[in-house]
């Protein structure tokens, strides 16, 4: 399961407010992107379902518990960093145990669980090598590795593709795309790349300034815009 309700959020740092009360439901299996221009306060957002950032109003439920006061750790969610939190000196098999070894997994479930997750990504062959001695693409995906072992009721990701190279970027859409076919996982993708949004996403949620200007899949966002600001943004002609 993996339904995320936000009810009234708010967010203020010190006395500036980046996200106004915001109302916003994610289905469970979902993939919805958060697109928006830059310091719209998308990564402000998403650090808020996650936990990793204090909400200073509202409310947050994770299949219809109240998540609000729930610590990241307890929230099932997972957060894939960018390729270069990875553990330089550690080999990619101990760079994907590492947070199951942390939750006390036994060592039987982590193996079992790094299997799956380098058949999923195929890494199978990379599990000896330290992320040194890996691609960009390869590192990326033992990033994911490393979330999707913690079998969560979510992945949250925030521009994770943003420091590859376009050729590299493509493929990885595809690959996180093709992951979601694959786990139908709620997935939560943070961009301000009009195309990786109109691509991967099932539901996009347009940002302006921590407002929602709209929520709804790549077509209905392509074919009705609700005002210029989206019509602009997702590049369709008005
Ligand atoms: P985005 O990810 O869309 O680029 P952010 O969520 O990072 O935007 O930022 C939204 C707004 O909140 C910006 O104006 C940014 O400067 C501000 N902001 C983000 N984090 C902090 C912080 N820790 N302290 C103060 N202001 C912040
Ligand atoms: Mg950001």
Redesign the pocket.
């Known amino acids: 399961m993996g339904q995320i309700k936000l009810n009234q959020v708010t967010k203020s740092?010190g006395d500036?407010q980046?996200i106004p009360p915001l109302d916003l439901t994610i289905e469970d299996g979902e993939f919805t992107v958060f697109v928006?221009p830059?310091?719209?306060?998308?990564?402000?957002l998403l650090r808020l379902i996650a936990g990793l950032e204090d909400i200073t109003s509202g409310h947050i439920e994770i299949d219809g518990a109240d998540a609000t006061y729930v610590p990241p750790a307890k929230r099932g969610l997972a957060m894939v960093f960018q390729s270069y939190a990875l553990y330089p000196h550690m080999s990619v098999r101990k760079n994907i145990a590492f947070p199951m070894k942390m939750a006390g997994i036994d060592e039987a479930e982590q193996n079992r669980r790094i299997e799956g997750a380098a058949k999923a990504l195929n890494l199978t062959d990379y599990l000896d090598r330290k992320p040194g001695q890996l691609s960009g693409g390869q590192r990326q995906r033992v990033a994911i590795g490393r979330s999707i072992v913690r079998e969560p009721a979510a992945f949250l990701f925030d521009e994770p593709l943003s420091n590859l190279d376009a050729a590299l970027r493509v493929g990885m859409r595809l690959e996180i795309s093709e992951l979601h076919e694959r786990l139908k996982t709620t997935m939560i993708y943070?961009t301000h790349d009009q195309v990786e949004a109109m691509t991967m996403a099932d539901k996009i949620v347009v940002l302006r300034a921590g407002f929602i200007e709209q929520v709804g899949s790549p077509l209905e966002l392509y074919h009705k815009p609700r005002n210029e600001f989206v019509a602009g943004f997702i590049g369709s002609p008005k």
């Open positions: 740092f500036v980046v928006g830059s310091g719209c306060g998308k990564s402000t943070v």
